[in-house]
């Protein structure tokens, strides 16, 4: 069988987390079936979709890493690959099943219909369709035409079980009186949702549907549909949502939910794709750095969770901070560059701000972090940041300490860690200040805080003339 999944976003905003979840599910399912994933937009919606979020969605799943074999920008043989462009299909297949009698013009307004059920409910119910036009004679469908109403097209659904497999949820069944004749075609002539996805999925030769589960109630409308069509159903896998930590469905509420907010924040691509594959998903190994490699060749549906996964932001931070620790060092630093630009940092000198960036990234979990960790890079003066720096600064032994490394530091030529280490140890010597007392007042007069990256590092990269300066400044009689 030749394996072909799709991943079909509406271009109606930015790449959420959670589609983004099921692109990378798709492709990694690709890849690994060695099969072709096609990339349908489906841009029905024509008030809410755009080119620019099409281009946006398709930028940031190249920014993933993921590719595709078909799409709108790379032809194959089952094309166009917009629904925008695929209207006329769908007018096709829905001719054919009006010819064979299981669809219908329907010219009932939304107004009328709800009237009808509230007379006949006693409440409204929108969702309703109660068949007033499923045995219209021609005579009436001419009345309605010549009173200018344009009909849908609805879809009569059978009586009956809807029975169909999901590769996760098992045996899944739906009653057919539970679903009313639903809308194929809306009096535009433009495709729903539910018809549109049927007869691109079947043109398009998809061997499996892989979407999140809040789709799992179109499902029955679709598997009907493909009967209907005298298409093959293909395999569903309706993947458990995303909820955020209070157990809802992941949205804005919930803070950064699309791609893009992650990228411009400073965090790697392959910590998403990591983090996201893992939501509902885990390794044999137990391995939990997996590469986009690693997760083709062990991925297996049957170790897939099947119930909702919880998005762990400090999770997805500890494993960007691991990815920005261990990528190429040059990497980090072009990517971490413009976030010391933006904060006003002067970055002229690269063989400076590549050690900077060397030491903070130790420190952070996103790029838009190093400017507050590489700060103490780039001041002239610094200031203790807190009454607790301030008062260690006062201290008459951090005083003593301040005159000694002064003194000491005159007669050495540079400033290695060696050097800094040799010097720490002969204060303690003479001054009988040791452990904190003699390196948290050092800290603070060379960077204002009382924690912060390794000191001897800090030390090497300020430079002599730099600690000359700040030791100066931390001492009483300048302040
Ligand atoms: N356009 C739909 C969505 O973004 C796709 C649903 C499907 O995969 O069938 O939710």
């Given at each position: 069988m030749n394996i072909r999944v799709r991943f079909a976003p509406s271009p109606t905003g930015y790449l959420h987390v959670g589609n983004a979840r099921t692109a990378i599910l798709n492709w990694i399912f690709a890849r690994h079936e060695k099969g072709a994933l096609i990339l349908r937009i489906e841009d029905t919606d024509f008030e809410r979709s755009t080119r620019a979020f099409e281009t946006g969605i398709c930028e940031d799943l190249r920014w993933l890493g993921l590719d595709w074999d078909e799409g709108p920008d790379r032809d194959g043989d089952f094309g166009p690959y917009r629904q925008s462009e695929r209207l006329d299909l769908y007018q096709e297949y829905a001719q054919k099943l009006l010819k064979a009698g299981k669809a219908f013009r329907c010219y009932c307004t939304p107004e009328e219909i709800e009237a009808r059920?509230?007379?006949?409910?006693?409440?409204?119910?929108?969702?309703?369709?109660?068949?007033?036009?499923?045995?219209?004679?021609?005579?009436?469908?001419?009345?309605?035409?010549?009173?200018?109403?344009?009909?849908?097209?609805?879809?009569?659904?059978?009586?009956?079980?809807?029975?169909?497999?999901?590769?996760?949820?098992?045996?899944?069944?739906?009653?057919?009186?539970?679903?009313?004749d639903f809308i194929i075609l809306r009096s535009d002539g433009v495709a729903t949702y539910n018809f549109a996805v049927v007869v691109d999925d079947a043109l398009m030769k998809i061997s499996h549907v892989i979407r999140g589960d809040d789709h799992l109630s179109n499902t029955p409308k679709q598997v009907l549909l493909f009967q209907a069509l005298n298409f093959s159903v293909p395999t569903f896998v309706h993947i458990p949502m995303i909820l955020g930590p209070d157990r809802s469905k992941l949205s804005k509420r919930h803070g950064m939910t699309s791609v893009r907010m992650y990228r411009e924040k400073g965090y790697l691509p392959e910590a998403i794709v990591n983090y996201l594959s893992l939501l509902s998903w885990s390794s044999e190994s137990g391995d939990e750095i997996l590469s986009l490699e690693r997760l083709v060749k062990e991925f297996d549906f049957r170790r897939m969770s099947r119930s909702a996964a919880i998005?762990?932001?400090?999770?997805?931070?500890?494993?960007?901070?691991?990815?920005?620790?261990?990528?190429?060092?040059?990497?980090?630093?072009?990517?971490?560059?413009?976030?010391?630009?933006?904060?006003?940092?002067?970055?002229?000198?690269?063989?400076?701000?590549?050690?900077?960036?060397?030491?903070?990234?130790?420190?952070?979990?996103?790029?838009?972090?190093?400017?507050?960790?590489?700060?103490?890079?780039?001041?002239?003066?610094?200031?203790?940041?807190?009454?607790?720096?301030?008062?260690?600064?006062?201290?008459?032994?951090?005083?003593?300490?301040?005159?000694?490394?002064?003194?000491?530091?005159?007669?050495?030529?540079?400033?290695?860690?060696?050097?800094?280490?040799?010097?720490?140890?002969?204060?303690?010597?003479?001054?009988?200040?040791?452990?904190?007392?003699?390196?948290?007042?050092?800290?603070?007069?060379?960077?204002?805080?009382?924690?912060?990256?390794?000191?001897?590092?800090?030390?090497?990269?300020?430079?002599?003339?730099?600690?000359?300066?700040?030791?100066?400044?931390?001492?009483?009689k300048n302040r």
């Open positions: 059920n509230k007379a006949k409910l006693g409440q409204p119910d929108q969702g309703k369709y109660d068949g007033h036009c499923l045995h219209l004679t021609d005579e009436q469908k001419r009345a309605y035409e010549a009173e200018g109403r344009k009909p849908v097209i609805r879809f009569h659904v059978p009586e009956g079980t809807i029975h169909f497999q999901d590769v996760l949820k098992g045996d899944i069944a739906f009653e057919g009186e539970n679903i009313s998005f762990d932001s400090e999770k997805l931070n500890w494993m960007n901070g691991w990815y920005i620790r261990n990528a190429p060092l040059e990497r980090i630093v072009a990517l971490g560059l413009p976030f010391l630009e933006k904060a006003g940092y002067d970055v002229s000198d690269r063989n400076f701000v590549t050690q900077v960036i060397d030491i903070a990234r130790g420190y952070v979990d996103y790029l838009a972090q190093l400017p507050e960790i590489a700060k103490i890079f780039f001041q002239e003066k610094v200031s203790p940041e807190s009454e607790e720096a301030a008062e260690i600064l006062a201290l008459e032994s951090s005083q003593k300490v301040f005159s000694a490394f002064l003194q000491k530091l005159d007669a050495k030529e540079k400033l290695d860690a060696e050097t800094f280490k040799r010097i720490m140890k002969e204060i303690q010597k003479e001054t009988g200040v040791k452990g904190k007392w003699l390196w948290m007042p050092v800290r603070v007069a060379l960077t204002g805080q009382v924690h912060g990256p390794e000191l001897p590092r800090v030390v090497v990269l300020l430079g002599k003339e730099k600690c000359q300066k700040f030791l100066e400044q931390a001492l009483a």
